[in-house]
Nanobody
Framework: EVQLQASGGGLVQEGGSLRLSCAAS????????IGWFRQAPGKEREGVSC????????QYVDSVKGRFTVSRDNAKKTVYLQMNNLKPADTGVYFC?????????????????WGQGTLVTVSS
């Protein structure tokens, strides 16, 4: 079983950038696919991006394509979400989740283990 901790959130102005990290412990990290999700106040948790065991197997929700980039460093047991040109609609608590499967998917039900979230606030 892998444990996850998301970090890197904060307050940023519209158009700014943040890089989120999802650090893992336990398990065989390079066998896990990782998903990024966010939850805005009063809204359902939605999938943002995910990455499979190889970086070529990544997905993005349409609203972040061209602005967000997901990557992984297996040696550091960390997945990153680089977020550029942030918009107020990107505000929310960001979570990472893992599944012991080579391919990822941005649906919540795909994942077994969830980490604590990190808050991203984008001001206009």
């Amino acid at each position: 079983e892998v444990q996850l901790q998301a970090s890197g959130g904060g307050l940023v102005q519209e158009g700014g950038s943040l890089r989120l990290s999802c650090a893992a412990s336990g398990g065989t990290f390079d066998e896990y696919s990782i998903g990024w999700f966010r939850q805005a106040p009063g809204k359902e948790r939605e999938g943002v991006s995910c990455i499979g065991v190889t970086e070529g197997g990544s997905q993005y929700v349409d609203s972040v394509k061209g602005r967000f980039t997901v990557s992984r460093d297996n040696a550091k047991k960390t997945v990153y979400l680089q977020m550029n040109n942030l918009k107020p609609a990107d505000t929310g608590v960001y979570f990472c989740a893992s599944v012991l499967f080579p391919r990822c998917h941005i649906g919540r039900s795909w994942y077994d283990y969830w980490g604590q979230g990190t808050l991203v606030t984008v001001s206009s």
